[in-house]
């Protein structure tokens, strides 16, 4: 018997307006057979948080592109655990700050927020999937 498809939620958060990346991966995460829900662009973290309750995702995969991801992305994780999902991977990747901060410092400030896991904008996305994958058999093995 086939495994139901895993959801996920993707979508560009704040006033952030910047499309293409999205498209991409929307295209490829339901190519890797994830069953993809997309938000789009200018996003709020409530239709986040929406979007994973009603579709009972298992992970969020959160983009920003245009220099205001700490501001935008802060909190989220926190709103996660009032709605009662505990356990929802959230993952983000984009231009996360403006400038040209070392990839480290951004990955630390953005993982203290609470997000599992945090690329860059030149981040190959079968790792990504890869990624994914283990992340939610741990969920997986831990419940
Ligand atoms: C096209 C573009 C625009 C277009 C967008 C049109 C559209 N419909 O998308 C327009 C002209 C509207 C625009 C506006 C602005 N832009 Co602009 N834009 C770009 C540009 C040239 C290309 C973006 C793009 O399409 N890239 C191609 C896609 C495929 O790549 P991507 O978006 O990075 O996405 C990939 C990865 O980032 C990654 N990824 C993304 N999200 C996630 C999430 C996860 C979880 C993972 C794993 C991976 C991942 O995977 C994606 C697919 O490979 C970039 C510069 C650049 N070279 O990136 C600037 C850029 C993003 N823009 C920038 C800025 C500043 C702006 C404006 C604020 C400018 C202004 N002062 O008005 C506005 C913001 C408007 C808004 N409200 O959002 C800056 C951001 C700087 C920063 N973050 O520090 C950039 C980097 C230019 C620069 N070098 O300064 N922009």
Redesign the pocket.
């Known amino acids: 018997m086939n495994t139901p498809p895993i959801n996920i939620v993707l979508g560009v958060i704040g ?8 498209k ?2 929307e295209a490829f995460f339901t190519e890797q057979g994830f069953k993809v829900t997309n938000l789009g662009v200018m996003v709020s973290q409530e239709e986040f948080l929406q979007a994973a309750i009603e579709t009972g995702a298992k992970a969020i ?7 205001h991801g700490e501001i935008d992305c802060v909190g989220l994780r926190e709103k996660c655990r009032e709605q009662g999902l505990d356990d929802i991977l959230l ?9 040209k901060t070392p990839f480290e410092q951004v990955e630390a400030k953005f993982k203290a927020m609470g997000y599992d896991r945090v ?3 030149d ?1 190959d ?1 079968a790792t ?1 999937a890869r990624l994914l994958r283990e992340d939610l058999a741990a969920r997986q093995r831990a419940d």
């Open positions: 006033f952030d307006c910047h499309s293409v990346g999205n991409i991966l995969l959160v983009s920003s592109l245009y220099g993952y983000v990747g984009g231009n996360l700050v403006v400038g690329f860059g904008p981040c996305l990504v």
